[in-house]
């Protein structure tokens, strides 16, 4: 009927209505303690219970296993992550390459359905654990941390309309057994990797503290091939065979505690921290052809430190005004990262002859900064539920980008003012959205509408006035530009019951694809002198429209999932090259990879 677990100091109180129960005490490896037939009209002290050993039950150990477990919701399926092999001793990024529709490369990026543009969550809000553009943190957290994972491929209302594959909330624990406890993970692998990682966990009545400690180091190789034909050009053929060698370590921390204010209501505040240290070398091997014979080759070194700090501190408050589902919570999160890069770049010609070709240093800072006010109300009414809220984002990123390059006639390195600039970029998104459901007999349904006003906003400073700076960057773009879009964001979530353990579920709803960080840079990368990348300021968001059928049956010992899906994305990013009409000092041709607004993408 009920039970309960005693505190620290073996006291207990159970609540139940008056009525003749059958009480039982148990604890690992002891005797259950019973009291048969007791009619309880009134509060009762069962005073001192003394429990006595189970020899018995010492002779053998019982192993009992978590299986992994799916629900099949309105808008998602959420995927209860188990004990079992394929977890234990693992990541979060492992984890995830096990659930269903979610796959993670040898790099930790991680894609929806096949495409990399999902939104990530971690207990329901961005995380730094996920976000300015990497996943490492991932890699650094044990499987086992995970409560479960929510794939919402059909997201409703009450989610950010960002990602346009749909959106993954990774729930962590926070272990509601009390007293201490914890787990430590070590893990090596190859190429070079090891990691080891700590989760602590202490509950009371009255708080629950909860940290997770890892520290990481990897050695991940990778490489590039490049290989372009020119007509009219001094050059035919140009080959390019780029070896890149990795050393990444760091050490990340996660702290949190969760205050119970009463029964109903909790405040909970966390703080995160990653520390890392990455040194990246990359070996450009590069042939240059007239007419199929070899002119003359060259090697580009580029060797990249960089620390990076990134810092995060979450407030929530939850209010559970009943058993039923109707509370409210309230979060405030602060986020920055701040990278250092220091970039020494040498290219040197050995074939015909051997010479100096050029000597760059660039110094790199990067500041990003995120603030996220968010607040969601639900009310239900019976079978039906209403529920509203809103949200805020407002990040900020800072690029202040030097270079220096080397002058043989002075023999000293001199800064390269028409490329060093400080480029600041900002993206405010205010979002307010409105959602009903309800179920009549074996149909049931879910809408939505989600309101958002974006502003995409950026400023190049530059010693060039902004006439010669787009002549030195080869293309037309405004430096300081300020771009606002409205949007409404509609959604639709409806399941129909063919039978206690079957059912199928169609959705609809509408996406948005917003350009982020080096998309939108318009400076060139460093990598080579005749390929470079350029973001592109003037990219607009990206729209998608989806729509899901799906099909879920359970037997006995099976479960099956199905969906068939379509989505239609407007103006998706596309990366082309272009020819820029410059050259190098050795009269190179120099192609241009540059984003920008050019398909309809239908998957």
């Known amino acids: 009927v009920t039970g309960g677990v005693t505190d620290q100091n073996g006291n207990f109180s159970v609540d139940a209505p008056a009525g003749k129960y059958n009480i039982r005490l148990e604890y690992i490896s002891y005797r259950p303690y019973t009291l048969n037939n007791q009619n309880l009209t009134a509060d009762k002290d069962l005073g001192t219970i003394k429990l006595a050993i189970d020899v018995a ?22 995927y209860n992550i188990g004990k079992d092999l394929t977890t234990s001793g693992a990541s979060v990024s492992d984890a995830l390459g096990n659930v269903p529709s979610v796959t993670v490369d040898v790099e930790g990026a991680i894609s929806l359905r096949g495409n990399e543009n999902v939104r990530i969550l971690i207990n329901g809000k961005p995380s730094a654990m996920a976000g300015f553009g990497s996943t490492d943190a991932l890699k650094q957290l044990p499987a086992d941390a995970i409560e479960k994972v929510e794939v919402i491929t059909s997201p409703s209302a009450r989610y950010d309309a960002e990602g346009t594959a749909g959106i993954l909330n990774i729930v962590l624990k926070k272990e509601k057994t009390l007293g201490f406890n914890g787990s430590v993970n070590l893990n090596a692998g190859y190429p070079s990797t090891s990691q080891v990682n700590t989760n602590l966990n202490l509950r009371t009545n009255n708080f629950n503290l909860f940290t997770t400690l890892g520290y990481f180091y ?36 996660n702290l949190g505690m969760e205050y119970f204010l009463t029964e109903k209501s909790s405040i909970t505040g966390s703080f995160f921290t990653r520390f890392s240290d990455e040194r990246d070398g990359t070996e450009n091997n590069t042939v240059r052809y007239i007419s199929d014979v070899v002119d003359s080759k060259t090697l580009r070194e580029e060797v990249e430190n960089e620390d990076d700090n990134t810092y995060q501190f979450s407030l929530n408050y ?16 602060y986020s920055t990262d701040n990278e250092e890069i220091n970039t020494n770049i040498a290219e040197n010609q050995f074939f015909p002859t051997e010479e100096i070709i050029n000597l760059e240093r660039v110094f790199e800072t990067e500041k990003e900064t995120e603030y996220l006010v968010q607040a969601d109300y639900v009310l239900p009414m019976g079978e039906a539920q209403f529920e509203a809220g809103y949200r805020g984002s407002f990040e900020k990123n800072e690029n202040d980008y030097n270079l220096d390059t080397y002058n043989p006639n002075t023999d000293s390195y001199e800064t390269n003012y028409s490329l060093s600039n400080l480029f600041t ?83 609809y709803n509408r996406r948005i694809n917003r350009p982020r960080g080096w998309f939108i840079n318009p400076f060139p990368s460093r990598s080579s002198r005749a390929n470079i990348f350029q973001g592109n300021p003037d990219l607009n968001p990206a729209f998608a429209d989806a729509f899901d059928l799906g099909y879920l049956k359970r037997w006995d010992k099976l479960t099956l999932t199905s969906s068939v899906y379509y989505q239609r994305e407007t103006d998706a990013f596309e990366r082309i090259q272009t020819e820029t009409g410059q050259q190098t000092s050795d009269g190179i041709d120099i192609i241009r990879t540059i984003p920008i607004n050019l398909a309809t993408n239908q998957r």
Not at 225 to 252: A, C, L, P, Q, V
Not at 461 to 466: A, F, W
Request: proline share 3%.
């Open 425 to 507: 970029y900002e993206e405010n998104v205010n979002a307010i959205y409105s959602q009903y459901g309800n179920k009549y007999g074996k149909f049931s349904f879910l809408l939505g509408l989600r309101l958002e006003n974006t502003q995409l906003k950026g400023k190049v400073t530059s010693e060039l006035d902004d006439e010669a700076l787009i002549d030195t960057l080869g293309f037309n773009f405004d430096p300081d530009f300020n771009k606002k879009y409205l949007n409404l964001f509609p959604t639709v979530n409806v399941t129909y019951e063919l039978g206690d353990n079957e059912n199928v579920t169609l959705g």
């Open 318 to 333: 939850t209010n559970n005004f009943n058993d039923e589902g109707h509370k409210l919570t309230a979060d405030f999160q």
């Open 218 to 253: 990897r050695e991940p190789p990778g490489n590039a091939n490049f290989d372009n034909y020119y007509y009219n050009s001094k050059f035919s053929r140009i080959t390019e065979d780029r070896d890149m060698f990795r050393r990444n370590k760091g050490f990340n921390v």
């Open 57 to 78: 039950q010492l002779d053998a150990v019982e192993v009992v296993g978590e299986k992994t477990t799916v629900e099949v919701r309105l808008d998602k399926k959420v």
